[in-house]
């Protein structure tokens, strides 16, 4: 009785066909669940009575979880422990035909929606408060084909499996540079990497994608199939549906590259900045090199450079020459080491226990004026991590066409990032605060930002202008495979 009354309730209608085939069918055979309050996208509330959330749980061959349930706190938790949001429930679905019945769930009921794969974004996005939350943490998975080149590489897989995966057949495809990082969201949004230079980023290394839209229907996507859905995933972010699978192309690499970091004293920060901006336009593209500016909490500053040489070993020297002309650095950890281990490297650096914010845009140098006013108004915190932050981009990464993916930035040399990170515990809103005082001063070297390092309140005006002459495209296919924005959690592109 209870189910009738729900589905000929005004409320409700929407669910209509999608759903009632493949949620409302099992018969009751556990105990009832209680009514569940959740939200709407719009963040109206909305009842999805305990019998249908029932049906919908016997109809999963993954779990439902519900704030009651085991598993419920570890499933909505991010890398970023300043967000604390509690979603109404959260799917982890098995396959793609669970992720099918998610999104149509959701679809009918107008849900908030979030998806989680390795739930790095520093704006939470990968959660929410009152809505569904797609945790794809049970889908990880790699299949290597060597002789084809091709990795198969499941939607809630983390980068570190596709690089060990790969490199054991003597292949890489350039993704990321912590290994603990979703490749579903990195991809999507570009995916800058250690190898990036020489092969592009992570999205010019999709062959093909398997991908639920909005309607919970599972589509192909590639250069045959939906050619324009294949266009708009590789640089659009999450705006487009969950990618179930992804097909990347791989290629030859030496397992040993030489990797590691040169540490200086805060007094020598403008001399590495100054041969930073030196080296930019001319490192080759075997050469990955990022530059920074640390603060620990309550010590004195550091400076140096992250780097990773691809090329061969006996040319290394050479190629780094430069920087040794910096003369003896308080560290040198540079040394041969194993692809896989160099990816692993900075693992730790990432917060896991702590706030995290970030501030970032492209930048096509660096002048003396920009590093004037980086230098004049970084400054340390007793209780906070502050970091000036320069990552390596340009070489193969520029010679793609601006408009042949979503991705537009391919102009960029560098992208410049601001970082903070601060014990929770503490309640300390100073590092926000102070970060965005500070990037105030530096926004205007840049021209517009990396869409997976955004704080989500951009507002429509200035994400849309952020993809250039590719945002009218994306809107238009937007309407097209989700005219009701129901992935709005991400770097989200209005509808046309």
């Known amino acids: 009785m209870l189910r009738r009354q729900f589905l000929n309730s005004s409320s409700v209608l929407a669910l209509g066909a999608a759903v009632a085939p493949r949620v409302l069918f099992a018969a009751a055979a556990a105990g009832p669940l209680p009514d569940l309050q959740a939200v709407r996208g719009d ?32 499933a909505r938790r991010v890398l970023n422990a ?21 999104v149509s769930f959701a679809n009918s009921l107008g849900l908030l929606v979030a998806v989680k794969c390795g739930g790095h974004s520093f704006s939470g996005q990968s959660t929410c408060d009152g809505g569904l939350q797609i945790d794809l943490s049970p889908m990880r998975g790699v299949q290597v084909d060597a002789q ?5 590489v499941e939607g809630g897989t983390l980068l570190g499996a596709v690089d060990h995966e790969a490199m054991a057949q003597g292949l890489v495809t350039p993704l990321g540079t912590v290994s603990h990082t979703g490749a579903g969201g990195l991809t999507t949004g570009g995916g800058f990497g250690r190898k990036a230079r020489i092969h592009g980023l992570a999205l010019d290394n999709v062959t093909a994608v398997d991908i639920v839209t909005a309607d919970g229907k599972l589509r192909r996507a590639s250069p045959k199939d939906n050619p324009d859905l294949y266009w708009a995933v590789r640089g659009g972010g999450g705006n487009f549906g969950i990618v179930t699978a992804f097909e990347f192309q791989l290629h030859p690499a030496e397992r040993k590259v030489v990797g590691g970091s040169l540490v200086f004293p805060l007094d020598r920060a403008r001399d590495v900045l100054r041969a930073y901006a030196d080296f930019l336009p001319t490192a080759p593209d075997e050469l990955y090199l990022d530059c920074w500016v640390v603060y620990p909490p309550g010590t004195p500053g550091v400076c140096g450079f992250d780097a990773c040489y691809s090329g061969s070993a006996q040319d290394a020297e050479r190629v780094l020459a430069p920087l040794r002309k910096l003369g003896t650095p308080l560290k040198d950890s540079l040394k041969s080491m194993d692809y896989v281990a160099v990816q ?10 702590r706030g995290d914010y970030t501030k970032n845009g492209f930048v096509t140098g660096i002048n003396e004026r920009t590093i004037d006013t980086l230098l004049a108004g970084l400054q340390g915190g007793a209780k906070r991590t502050t970091v000036a932050y320069f990552q390596h981009c340009g070489g193969a990464i520029g010679r793609v066409k601006s408009d042949a993916t979503a991705f537009p930035h391919r102009f960029a040399l560098a992208n410049m990032m601001v970082m903070t990170q601060w014990d929770v515990a503490d309640g300390n809103v100073e590092p926000i ?3 965005r005082t500070y990037w105030k001063t530096l926004e205007a070297f840049t021209r517009g930002f990396y ?5 989500g309140n951009e507002g429509a005006s200035k994400m849309n202008a952020n993809y250039l002459g590719n945002y009218a495209r994306l809107a238009a296919l937007k309407r097209k495979y989700d005219p009701t924005n129901l992935f709005r959690l991400n770097a989200n592109i209005t509808p046309a």
């Open 344 to 353: 692993r490297s900075t693992d730790q650096t990432d917060a896991r226990n």
């Open 148 to 152: 084809r080149r091709r990795a198969w």
């Open 82 to 102: 300043s967000i604390d949001r509690r979603p109404a429930l959260v799917i982890q679905p098995s396959g793609a035909a669970d992720v099918s019945m998610a």
């Open 451 to 455: 869409v997976n390092e955004v704080e």
């Open 43 to 74: 963040r109206s509330p909305v009842t999805i009575p305990g019998a249908v959330l029932k049906d919908l749980k016997e109809s999963l061959r993954g779990s439902l979880l519900l704030p009651q349930d085991a598993g419920y706190d570890q």
């Open 433 to 435: 605060e102070w970060s």
